[in-house]
């Protein structure tokens, strides 16, 4: 079931006023919310149902067994047993026929290949699997209920495509619910507006206009679409995905929790290790908390450093897909990162030593004047687990980084390696090619786009305290024209969110 839909639609205009109905009937709000997570779940597949439910019960009789254990031998034991189990079920559905396939092209090892069908959500719904284990080990969380843990897990507005709430952010809201005058209905009016806007016009655009076009054949078109088309991409996939996200945070304020935010303007980030405290930012500090503090983080040597940074970059590419380009995207953004805390070891800027337990991150202010930085703070939100690369000039710090990032989205969006060689080809080879995918309004979409990214925030904060004084009648009708806006302005049918694939 896809957000922008009408029969998304007509699924929400039941659920809302049933929740709020059900508001001060707590068990029986709970049970209406994963019947309701379980229908837009199952509306893909309703055999994955199964998935899901056997992913709940593993982890919460783990999260019991953790906290009611003594021993710590034994706690360990349960944790990494709950641990294998997620993963083991990720490998197979996602993993299966890649690794199958690498064994039989390279070793000549042949094996039954099965049609496996990856399950929607299934990277999702297991890391939060995956932290609601960990967090009750660490004594963060205690275990809940069978009943809150698997509306945790199944909770529809983050089911399928993030972002990742952990188990310390849900839980806690879910015993201790707002009450109705608390919901930020504005706020949510706003985000959804605009994830709408983003996805069903802006990604939808680029998508049919030249981004399909180049990355399907790219040696058919000339320098200027090609390198349009990569600049396309990296609109298309930043307004599908923060679309998504900004959809799924403003559904759930109506129902009344509050998720992390998972993007804050990527394209105005001065250096990889910045871009990376900008985009995804809940995947980047899930991988940051569990795989690479677990490793050790930057706690060692310098070479630890750079060696864990790649490990967790690595796998947080083929987490995303078994692809060879996927696996190449995390292994290329390791080794930026890895340069990039080079650079900064060779000038001698400051850091802190990072533990899970005492996190203590610099990283630079969000605030800037000129073309000079503001002095470094402290954020032990940020996903990034030391200081970003200082640069002398914002404006030439973010052009680089936004071409940098540009060259992974082609790892990312290419089928294959050899597609990939074919872009590069095309760019170089093809400077003689006048362009035929090149529009003005496609350039002015992605101008505008990356525009966007620079807006001082104080307009948003003005925008949402004036949608907030707004009355329940004008905010709906002012959210239904904005609907009908963005209908008329997006394609016939919408397309499937792309992180629906990971």
């Given amino acids: 079931m896809l957000f922008p839909t009408l029969t998304f639609a007509l699924f929400f205009s039941v659920v809302l006023p049933v929740s709020w109905a059900l508001r001060d009937r707590t068990d029986l709000w709970k049970v209406m919310v994963l019947v309701a997570s379980y229908v837009f779940y199952g509306w893909w597949d309703w055999r994955f149902l199964g ?4 992913v709940t019960i593993v982890n919460e009789i783990a999260a019991v067994g953790i906290f009611r254990s003594d021993k710590e031998s034994t706690r360990k034991q349960i944790v990494f047993a709950a641990v294998a ?13 890649f690794f199958i396939s690498s064994l039989d092209r390279n070793l000549g090892v042949s094996l039954p290949l099965l049609d496996v069908v990856l399950p929607v959500g299934i990277s999702f719904f297991t890391f939060q699997g995956i932290s609601y284990v960990i967090d009750t080990y660490r004594r963060e969380i205690h ?7 698997a509306v945790y897990l199944a909770f529809f507005p983050q089911l399928v495509a993030g972002p990742i709430v952990r188990a310390s952010e849900f839980l806690p809201q879910l015993q201790n619910r707002q009450p109705a005058h608390n919901v930020q209905a504005g706020e949510a009016a706003l985000l959804i507006g605009r994830g709408l806007f983003k996805k069903v016009v802006i990604s939808s655009f680029l998508a049919e206009a030249i981004v399909d076009d180049v990355f399907a054949t790219p040696k058919a078109f000339g320098s200027l679409d090609v390198l349009f088309g990569i600049y396309g991409y990296a609109i298309q996939i ?21 998720f992390p935010l998972n993007f804050d303007k990527p394209y105005a980030a001065v250096s990889i290790q910045d871009f990376w405290r900008r985009w995804h930012m809940t995947l980047s500090r899930w991988l940051r908390d569990y795989l690479y503090f677990p490793l050790g983080g930057n706690r060692g040597s310098k070479f630890a450093t750079y060696r864990n940074l790649m490990i967790t970059m690595t796998l947080g590419g083929l987490w995303h897909g078994a692809a060879g380009t996927f696996i190449a995207w995390g292994v290329y953004q390791g080794a930026a990162l890895g340069l990039e805390r080079f650079a900064s070891d060779v000038r001698g800027e400051p850091d802190q030593p990072i533990g899970s337990g005492d996190i203590r991150i610099q990283e630079i202010a969000a605030l800037h004047t000129g073309s000079k930085l503001e002095p470094w703070r402290s954020d032990p939100t940020s996903p990034v687990p030391f200081a970003p690369l200082r640069v002398r000039n914002v404006w030439f710090g973010r052009f680089v980084t936004f071409h940098l990032v540009c060259v992974g989205w082609v790892l990312f969006r290419s089928e ?35 525009a966007m990214h620079f807006v001082p925030p104080l307009y948003g904060v003005q925008a949402r305290a004036i949608v907030s004084r707004l009355p329940p009648a004008a905010l709906g009708f002012g959210l239904g024209l904005w609907v009908f806006v963005v209908v008329a302005l997006g394609p016939t049918g919408v397309a499937p969110f792309i992180y629906f694939q990971f």
Wanted: negative net charge.
């Fill in 51 to 54: 998935l899901i439910i056997f």
């Fill in 85 to 97: 189990v997620d993963l083991v079920l990720l490998g197979f559905f996602k993993y299966y026929g």
């Fill in 416 to 450: 294959s390696m050899g597609r990939v060689g074919e872009i590069g080809e095309a760019l170089v080879g093809g400077l003689t090619v006048g362009p035929e995918l090149v529009s003005p309004l496609v350039v002015a979409v992605i101008v505008a786009s990356l």
């Fill in 143 to 149: 275990p809940v209920p069978l009943l809150d843990a």
């Fill in 238 to 258: 930043y307004a599908d995905f923060s679309g998504y996200t900004d959809i799924a945070i403003g559904i759930a304020l109506l129902l009344g929790f509050q």
